[in-house]
Every structure is written in C-alpha cells, then in structure tokens.
C-alpha cells in the first residue's frame, strides 16, 4: 500500500510531466499523508492539464461529503469490479500523481513498525497511476479527488517489509499517454510491479511515523 510519499519541486514535476495546463501550485514535502490536496495531471479535451485534488477517494454517490473511511489507495484487481469505482474506470478518469519516492512499513517481530524509502534508481520524479472522481453536493460544492493505484509489491520491496506487501503501481514515461488516454483494456496492462534493479530501497528514520515531521533527512539512509 501507499500511506506517504514524498512531493517533487512543482518545477521538476512540470519538467517531468509537461502539462499543457497549470491550475495547480504547491511546495515540495518529504511526507504527504491523506487527506490533504495534492498535484495531478489528467487529460480534457484532447490535452493534459495539471490540477490539485484531494488524496482520499470520494465517490460520485457521496455528494461531496468525504467518507468516514478514507481510501488513499485501491488495488488494480477492483478497478471495474468495485461499485463505487467502475464508472470512473469505465469512463477513463485516470491520473497520474507525480512523486519522488514513497514509504512501507515492516511490523517487527516486537511489534515495533520500521519505516523504509522506496523509489526509482535514475528517475528523481516519476507518476503513482492513480484514478480520479468528481463529487457535487447539493449546495454545488465540488470536491475532486484521486486515489493511488496498487499492484502486487516486487521481491524487493517484499523482502522488506513483507511478502504480502502491495506497492504502487509506478508509470513508465512510455506509458504515461496510455494511462491518461487509452481505452481500459490499454491502460490495464500497464499496471504491473516496478522491476527490482530499476528500484532501491533503504530504512529510514520512524521520525516520518509523524506527518508533523517534514524535512529531506526523513528519506536518508540509517542503519
């Protein structure tokens, strides 16, 4: 799963990314949690635009009122089986959620849960695939929000924190059209887990337990 992340400059995502519309502005951060506003890019009319949602799917039939239960994350298996999110699957509300790496926890045999850094070798932003809804209350207030897509975690990042362990599903720039504008069948398959050598992996600090923690030593290396 992918409870934190870390955020990209908005210039380095704007390089990555190239949206031809910029309705977003934001800050870098070493520890994203949900539920809070977050960069996106998503396609309309023919050209991709680059927006802020909120982390924490919130379902059409919700109108716009956040759930009790926060869903940062949905595995791929769901995507058309689940009620609340085939119509956007269906109907290609795709994003992509650009990122510098992310965090897992291993729950240790004392019960204690080790935080760990995951993130490309040789790419400093990359793209969460990531699914997105438009929510309208009856006031007419609108609430868009997007959730992370997961796939079955690589042996590496199952080596760390477990063999159970679901990862995000990781974009390749190859992909990145395909996800946002092909049909379902065509973005489906390029869900797959990120390859071990193209990714590392390092222990970090439980300081990134806490969202109160925000600062580039959360994601270095201890022993």
Partial sequence: MCERYVLPAQEAAEREFEPAERWWQFSSSFNVSFPQYVPAIRAHDGRTEAVMMRWGFVPALAEGVAPEEEHPWYPSEELSSTPMLRDSWLHSRRCIMPASGFYAWRLTSLGY?????FGPRDRTVFGFAAIWERSVSDEDDV???CAIITVPANSLMCGAVGRDARMPAILRRKDYETWLTGTPVQAKAVLNPYLDQWMRAHAVSPRV?????????LIRPIA
């Fill in 209 to 217: 337990n806490s969202t109160k923690n925000d600062d580039v030593s």
């Fill in 113 to 117: 849960r080790q935080p760990y850094f």
């Fill in 143 to 145: 609430i868009e929000s």
